[in-house]
């Protein structure tokens, strides 16, 4: 079964409110962890990957942290606009056999951002 | 702009009438990815190329097949779709073996009568 998921299935903030999404997973063997942004009718679109050995990492409006002791991930993006509605996967990056890698994506939050 | 191109947009077959997708990609990235993507669900993985070198999941059906001619060009052949591959199907190109920032195309969804 899949190793990454997500605690909640939708999210639903004001405009201008930070966001907090989050993620679970269960397979300490990651090199690392991305969060991706899909907009409807489109691909996923990479937002911003943290590797194991750090537990934060800024980008621009988005914050990511992972807690290795309980196996948790969790995206905060600041002042959430409207353009930010979407569905946000996190995905796990692990050595899959000999040299090849695997990017195994969770299951989605629906962001819904109320203007 | 270098980018991810994937043909058509929408796609209908009938049931076990074989199906190719394409996807093209300018980028010049040595690994190619094709994923499922069925509603309200996370991408799964079917099979990758890095450069010429073809590799498929384990749990991927016989009935998916890949060709990546050269390096631009990968193409998903489906030689008898079933009600149950209908589904949005993803193209992702990476540089390298080790991806975090894959690069999708915009998919094709495909419908099957």
């Known amino acids: 079964g899949e190793s990454v998921g997500l605690h909640l299935p939708t999210l639903s903030v004001q405009e201008g409110d930070n966001s907090i999404i989050n993620c679970a997973y269960s397979n300490s063997a990651s090199d690392y962890f991305i969060w991706y942004k899909q907009e409807s009718g489109k691909g996923p679109q990479f937002i911003i990957d943290?590797?194991?050995?750090?537990d934060k990492r800024q980008g621009q409006r988005v914050t990511v942290l992972l807690n290795k002791t309980v196996k948790h991930l969790s995206l905060q993006i600041a002042a959430t606009q409207p353009g930010d509605s979407a569905v946000y996967f996190c995905a796990e990056n692990r050595r899959s056999g000999g040299s090849n890698y695997k990017l195994t994506f969770g299951k989605g939050t629906l962001l819904t951002v109320n203007p | 702009d270098a980018m991810v191109i994937q043909n058509p947009r929408y796609q209908v077959t009938q049931f076990g009438k074989p199906v190719t997708l394409s996807c093209s990609q300018t980028?010049?990235?040595?690994?190619m990815y094709w994923y499922q993507q069925k509603s309200s669900q996370a991408p799964k993985l079917l099979f990758h190329?890095?450069?010429?070198?073809?590799?498929n999941e384990a749990d991927t059906p016989d009935n998916f097949q890949s060709r990546r001619p050269n390096t631009s060009f990968c193409f998903l052949d489906i030689r008898s779709p079933g009600l149950g591959d209908a589904a949005m199907y993803l193209c992702?190109?990476?540089?390298?073996?080790?991806?975090?920032?894959?690069?999708f195309g915009s998919g094709t969804q495909l419908s099957v009568l």
């Open positions: 943290i590797r194991s050995n750090m």
């Open positions: 992702a190109t990476s540089r390298d073996r080790r991806p975090a920032e894959l690069f």
């Open positions: 190329y890095y450069d010429k070198d073809f590799n």
């Open positions: 980028l010049n990235h040595n690994v």
